[in-house]
Each structure stands twice: as C-alpha cells, then as structure tokens.
C-alpha cells in the first residue's frame, strides 16, 4: 500500500521545505512529488507536521472509565493531531506494577489509533514510601516513571527513585508542588486571590520543588523530567540546570501559556488547574521558555472529569482540563501573534518529545522514519463543542468558543486515523 501526501509544506524542528511525502506500508519511502500511489491526499494550503506526541495524558483507565478510557481518550488525541501519548500513572489501581503496564500496552494495541507509552508509578500506590519494581515495568514498556498528580515529598524517595531509574536508562518526571506550601490553596496566590477571596497558592510551591529535583538530577547523574512548570521563577530555574548541564528536562501546558489567573474571577471551575493559572509575566516566561529551548515540549496534561464533578464551589472542584483537541489551536494562537514559529512547534510537540522518550524513529518527517502525520489546516475555524469533542468529559473553558486550527488529517504508521 503506497500513500503520497502532495503539496506538502513540510514543518520539521529545523526547517520548513516544500515537498511530496511517500508513504509505503508504515514507513515514509521519500519526500517526492513524483511517484505513483494507491492513494493520493492533497495538503495544499495545509502545514504538514510529524505525528504530535503528548507527554501528558490522563486516560483515566483503569477505574474511572466514566471520566474517559483508553479508547476515547485515543479518539480525542487522533482528532486533535496526536499520534503518540503518554498515559500517567494516577489510575486505580494504580500502574505500579508490570500486570496493569501490560493492560495498558495491550489495549492501545487493540485500539489501534495511536501509540500509548504508560508511566509507571515511582512509588507504591503513590504513596510516596516504598519504591516500584521499576525494571519490571521498564520490561512491560514504561516510557518513564511519575507520580504525577502527587509529590514524592521525602527527598531521600526521590534521590533513590532517580538512583533506581539511571539503571533501566529511564527518567523520574516530577509532580513539582510543594504539598505544605500549597495548602488548601485552589488558585494563584496574588491580587486576583485577594479579590475572589479564594486560598492562594504561591509559586514557591513549585520552585521550591524544581529546584530540590535538579540539585538531585545533579547528585545522581540521572534524569528528571519536570511536568506542567507554571511559574516565571521555575523557567529560570530550569534554564540555570540546564546551564550546569545537569540532564534535566520539561514540559509546559497550553493552558499555561494562554490564560492567567484573571480568569478565576468568575469562580468557573474549569480554570482551576494544578498547577494553578498564574499571571501575565509567567504566560510570557513560559512562551520565552519554549522559544529559547528552556521547557523542551508543549504537553497537555489532558486531565477528564465528569460535569457533576466540576459543578461544585470552587474550593471543591478537582483540577485540571481536558486538553487532546485544542493543543493545536491554542499553539497556532502563539504562532500567529510571532511569539513561536511552526519549527517550534514541531520542536516541542514532535521532535524533542521523541528524544526524550528514545523512540529514534518518531519526531521528524524524512525517509525511513515511521509514517506519522500531522496535516493541520491553521484557518479551519469551528466551535469546539460536543459534535467536535471525542473525551467522555466537556470539563474546558473552550467549550463553546471559536477556535482556528486543527488537524485535518492525522496518519498513524501510515494509515488514516482521522479526517474532516
């Protein structure tokens, strides 16, 4: 089976060409316009970018497949461009162990629309405590190990996870919120906190976090991945480790770079995020952060709820938003004001992703690399709304809003997942 993809403008992390792409079985044969195809699929006017890996994803199975599952959560990354996914480990039960990896691994399989490398849980049940049999999970296929949506809160946990991880070449990604420090907070701590006359949360509870985990990145000669960063203080926090050549790495959020803690004033509990909206100056910390190479990928932390989880005071709503369908409209708004560029784009959403998670032959559209494929359409305009919206959960402040750019096409080892 031969695909060809014409009229390509073809975004890679280092440049943009202008091309055909060849697609046979589930291997990208040539960059040609020339060549005979069982299909053809015209990209004029489109960007074509690699296969979007997402670092950060919550699908939720096993234990709370009402919020979402596997399934549906691969639905909505398809939709929105995502080829690859990392599932994190805040199930229940739990993947802390190779039996539940293997569900896992085994369910994307049957699946079949995307690639989905889980994390494993750094500690038992997440409790903080015990370590995981971390090797056997890396046998299963672990992409790495997290105990997101919890801080391992005991340094000395966290120096022997890291220990523990440099021997199966693996990464710890760190949930950086000091747990003291937050509190019952529920928002950003400042002048909007103030107003609202919600708990705040300072940033130092993120810092105090970051900075703990690269001294120990440091001390261990391992690797630390550091998720959601949300503050002005952590990029340059980030930015000095990397400096030190200390092996540390990170993610930030769309949602991070496009809204601030203004918008809580409305007490909607879709804006309560963990780690919290900030305020202007982090929004452009972070965006100078993904320009300069400081935070490495754009990650959605995809994060489900049901409705009548998020209809309750805001003190009491659970965090976060789902994310899969407007990674690609939220990123394009940043291109289009010239704070980022499409090969920026395809640095954090694509190529440095792939490093990072080793897998050599994903991130970057040349012969020989495996046929994934982002067609993205940066003028298609539409409501984000249920018609659109393939998660079980509606838990976005975009529901309802006009949003600009999407994928048109998403090719997974050459097949079509996905298309308008």
């Not at 005979?36 to 919550?58: S, W």
């Not at 690859?84 to 399989?109: E, F, G, L, W």
């Not at 690639?115 to 296929?141: R, S």
């Amino acid at each position: 089976m031969k695909t060809l993809l014409k009229n390509c403008k073809i975004v890679n992390h280092d440049k943009i060409t202008e091309s055909g792409i060849l697609i046979e079985n589930e291997t990208i044969s040539g960059l040609t316009c020339d060549a005979e195809a069982d299909k053809v699929i015209d990209c004029a006017g489109a960007y074509v970018l690699p296969g979007l890996i997402d670092m950060h994803v919550h699908m939720r199975e096993p234990g709370q497949e009402y919020k979402e599952d596997i399934e549906s959560a691969s639905k909505a990354a398809s939709a929105g461009g995502v080829t690859s996914a990392c599932c994190m480990a805040n199930t229940s039960p739990v993947i802390d162990n190779a039996a539940i990896m293997n569900h896992i691994t085994a369910r994307a399989r049957e699946i079949g629309l995307i690639d989905i490398f889980p994390y494993g849980a750094v500690t038992k049940g997440m409790k903080g405590e015990e370590l995981t049999e971390m090797g056997d999970m890396t046998k299963a296929g672990a992409a790495g190990f997290s105990d997101d949506g919890k801080t391992i809160m005991n340094a000395e946990v966290m120096r022997r996870a890291l220990e523990y991880a440099r021997q199966f070449g693996a990464f710890i990604a760190s949930h950086a919120i000091d747990t003291n420090l937050q509190g019952a907070g529920s928002m950003n701590e400042g002048s909007v906190s103030a107003v609202t006359g919600l708990k705040g949360i300072p940033s130092e509870s993120e810092t105090t976090v970051i900075i703990r985990d690269i001294l120990l990145a440091r001390l261990t000669k391992s690797r630390v991945h550091i998720c959601h960063v949300s503050a002005k203080e952590s990029v340059e926090l980030i930015r000095w480790g990397k400096n030190e050549g200390i092996n540390v790495t990170a993610e930030a959020a769309p949602h991070h770079f496009t809204l601030t803690d203004e918008c809580c004033e409305g007490y909607d509990t879709n804006y309560k995020m963990s780690p919290p909206l900030r305020t202007e100056k982090d929004v452009e910390a972070i965006i100078e952060g993904i320009k300069d190479g400081t935070l490495d990928c754009i990650a959605t932390d995809h994060a489900p709820h049901q409705a009548d989880e998020k209809f309750v005071e805001f003190d009491y709503a659970p965090v976060g938003i789902i994310g899969l369908q407007t990674f690609i409209p939220l990123t394009l708004r940043l291109i289009k004001s010239g704070k980022l560029s499409w090969t920026d784009f395809a640095r954090a959403a694509s190529y440095n992703p792939a490093k990072i998670l080793g897998k050599s032959r994903l991130g970057c559209i040349a012969p020989g690399m495996q046929a994934d494929i982002t067609v993205i359409d940066p003028e298609c305009e539409y409501v984000f709304d249920g018609k659109i919206n393939m998660s079980k959960s509606s838990n976005s402040p975009f529901m309802g809003a006009v949003l600009k750019g999407r994928s048109v096409y998403t090719l997974k080892k050459g097949k079509i997942v996905f298309s308008l």
